[in-house]
């Protein structure tokens, strides 16, 4: 892993701070008669917030991340908590797991960093295959509208007196796809800042498209929502909320 997905890690938690993780537990509250006592899989969990917060509510959770350095604050998170919570390093298309689930979770449109349709495809067939007769699967995706309207009226610009970034966008290769370079600058203890950079591509697919490959692997679809509401998506919607069952 470089070193800038490193510091990256380490500063996740604070870019996050406004993503509301608890309407997350809600919504897997009302989809599953709550998540105490469930056995829940937190896939793409990377620094394990939202791992830690079903565990609080009394939920067996195991976290998967492609990420070592994501994975090290997240262990470090739940030890400091006191809570029993087994990490993975896995990539979400790799799955591999020895024990069957209630709920599965793919949150903050993690599912987008998966550029290929047979990446999303094997996912899903894997987190089939890894959930009991029943078993909830939820997760989010950015909507297309966002990934050619939104994310293109870059270059955006991020202060908060301790993390300053400069996020420039631009097409991907794949279509409905964007490639993104950050320039993070953090803040030390002596007044300079520290810089390091970093480059992601995300890519999204269509509702139609989605559901296609969620029937392929077997799942049935309870509801399609969008931006945290409880309401179809519109053209304009930006992020995509899709709960199925096995």
């Known amino acids: 892993m470089n070193s800038s997905y490193q510091e990256f890690a380490y500063i996740y938690d604070e870019l996050m701070n406004d993503i509301p993780y608890g309407a997350y537990i809600e919504l897997l509250d009302l989809a599953s008669t709550g998540v105490a006592g469930k056995k829940i899989l937190d896939i793409g969990c990377g620094t394990g917030l939202l791992s830690t917060m079903l565990a609080e509510k009394g939920a067996t959770v195991t976290g998967v991340d492609l990420s070592a350095d994501m994975l090290e604050v997240a262990i470090?998170?739940?030890?400091?908590?006191?809570?029993a919570i087994d990490f993975i390093q896995q990539p979400m298309q790799q799955l591999e797991v020895q024990e069957t689930y209630d709920i599965?979770?793919?949150?903050?449109?993690?599912?987008?960093?998966?550029?290929?349709?047979h990446e999303v495809e094997e996912t899903f067939h894997r987190i089939y295959h890894s959930l009991?007769?029943?078993?909830?699967?939820?997760?989010?995706?950015?909507?297309?509208?966002?990934?050619d309207e939104i994310f293109l009226e870059g270059p955006f610009v991020f202060?908060?007196?301790?993390i300053t970034y400069v996020w420039q966008t631009a097409p991907g290769d794949e279509e409905y796809s964007i490639h993104s370079?950050?320039?993070?600058?953090?803040?030390?203890?002596?007044?300079?800042?520290?810089?390091?950079?970093?480059?992601?591509?995300?890519?999204?697919?269509?509702?139609?498209?989605?559901?296609?490959?969620?029937?392929?692997?077997?799942?049935?679809?309870?509801?399609?929502?969008?931006?945290?509401?409880?309401?179809?998506?519109?053209?304009?919607?930006?992020?995509?909320?899709?709960?199925?069952?096995?």
């Open 181 to 246: 370079e950050l320039a993070f600058f953090v803040r030390q203890e002596n007044g300079y800042y520290k810089r390091f950079d970093e480059v992601h591509t995300q890519r999204s697919f269509s509702v139609a498209d989605y559901a296609r490959m969620l029937d392929r692997a077997g799942f049935t679809i309870e509801r399609i929502f969008a931006d945290w509401e409880d309401e179809p998506p519109t053209e304009e919607s930006e992020r995509i909320f899709f709960q199925v069952r096995k």
């Open 159 to 162: 202060d908060d007196g301790h």
């Open 132 to 147: 009991s007769k029943g078993g909830l699967l939820m997760f989010d995706v950015h909507s297309l509208f966002k990934m």
């Open 104 to 117: 599965a979770v793919i949150s903050i449109d993690s599912l987008n960093y998966l550029v290929s349709q």
């Open 76 to 83: 470090s998170r739940a030890t400091s908590l006191g809570l």
